[in-house]
Every structure is written in structure tokens, then in C-alpha cells.
């Protein structure tokens, strides 16, 4: 019986090492210049940063893009164990720290004048479904507004003038445009607040061991530049599209 018990123990211990690691799901949205699909593969600066990251802290992790209301879901369900997303994102999950701030534009279609927060009043407006700028553009209810399932449908709808103004990140409205040949759509912009985008852990998913070390693979990426540099190889240093 020892000897059958000791034969099972090093045949579980076999199969253990021949299985390979089930890597671990880092979300991120869908839209360049974040993740976007490049010659039948995902690209993007968040793809990148997640590929380093986890080359740095040790830890199995891949990255996978999904609309924001889909990654706000599975992180509440614990389906995913990570996210990478607007920091003031409403979410049940852990902040493990920043990654960079990101610039938060209205990007008028071209023909309407958007000079200063008051030419917003009377636009049709528009944002990606699930997203939180912390902006005043997120409180004000006299705005019309309407939600949209990404920026190429957005962009599509300002093309047909449904949409006067479109209200996201800088670097994902433009680097969209161009990905989708819609470029000359864009007229005026508003900066209207510079918002960080952060890491974040669905609570009780990941273990606090593997917490740990992201964070601290996260703090040292952001002080030798490594992350400046990965968003470097996609757009400009003022968020343009290369």
C-alpha cells in the first residue's frame, strides 16, 4: 500500500510539472491605441505594458481586449483576475497603481466649433459605455449624451453628423480615427481633464503574493521609463497618432 501510495504521489508530482501554467487575464479595452489587431495579432501600448509586466514581476499574464462594459463585468464576476482601465472606473476591485495619465478631450466633428465647455450645451454628445472621466462633462445632466459600444461606432455615427462631439481619451479617439480611416471626421478639441489610467485586481481572485509583485514590477517600469517608452513605439508625446 506504501509503495502504491509513494508511486501515486510521484506520478501526481509528474503531471503537475508537465502541465503548463494557466496564465492569468490582464483585461484591456479594446481600442487603439491600447489594443487593436495588426497583421492577424493584438497590438497596442496596454498589450505592450502587460507583456513586460509580466516579464518583470515573474507572473504568467496575457493580455486580452474586451469592450469596457464587458471588463467591468468580468471583473465583478471574477472572471478576469486584472484589469487596465480608467482609475476612476466603478468596479469591485483593488487599485494596484497607476500606470500613466491620459488626457481626456471632446473631439468635435469637423464643422462645429468647440472652443470652450460652453459649446458643448447645445451638441449631441457621445461616450464609450462604461467609462468614468471624472470630468465635469460626467456630471452635468443638461448635456444630451448617448453611450457607445466603442470608438468606431462613435466615429461612425460623428461621420453621419448623428454625433456633434465625442468625449475620451485623446490618444484613443485619434489613433481609432486613423486605424479606421476616419481622420478627416476630426475638427476642434477641448481638453477637458487628465485622468490616470490604473491596474486593477479583482478582489479575492489573485493571490496576494502575485498582487504584490505586479505592483512592485508597476512602480519600477514607471521609474525608468520603460512605460514612456512602450507608449513611445504607438503615439507622440502629445498623444498623436504615429
Known sequence: MRIKLLLGAGLS??????L?????TV?????APWAFQ?????????????QELGKRAGVDLVARDVPVARMI?????????FAMIGALTKMDADQLGDVFNIPIVALARKGVTLKTYDDLKPLNTAFVKGTNFGSEYDKDASLKKSEEPNFEQLLKKMQAGRIDAGIGSAPG????????????????SLKLIE??????AARDKASTDTQAKLKTA??????????????????TKDWAPR
Open 195 to 200: 485622468t490616470p489610467l490604473a491596474l486593477f
Open 38 to 50: 495588426q497583421s492577424d495579432k493584438t497590438v497596442g501600448v496596454l498589450v505592450s505594458v502587460v
Open 73 to 81: 463585468e468580468s471583473i465583478n464576476t471574477k472572471q478576469a483576475e
Open 218 to 235: 508597476l512602480a519600477a517600469m514607471r521609474s525608468d521609463g520603460s512605460i514612456d517608452k512602450i507608449i513611445d513605439v504607438y503615439v
Open 27 to 31: 483585461l484591456v479595452p479594446n481600442n
Open 20 to 24: 503548463p501554467s494557466q496564465a492569468e
Open 173 to 188: 479617439l485619434r489613433f481609432s480615427a486613423k486605424v479606421f480611416e476616419l481622420s478627416d471626421v476630426l475638427g476642434d
Open 13 to 18: 508530482a509528474l503531471l503537475a510539472l508537465a
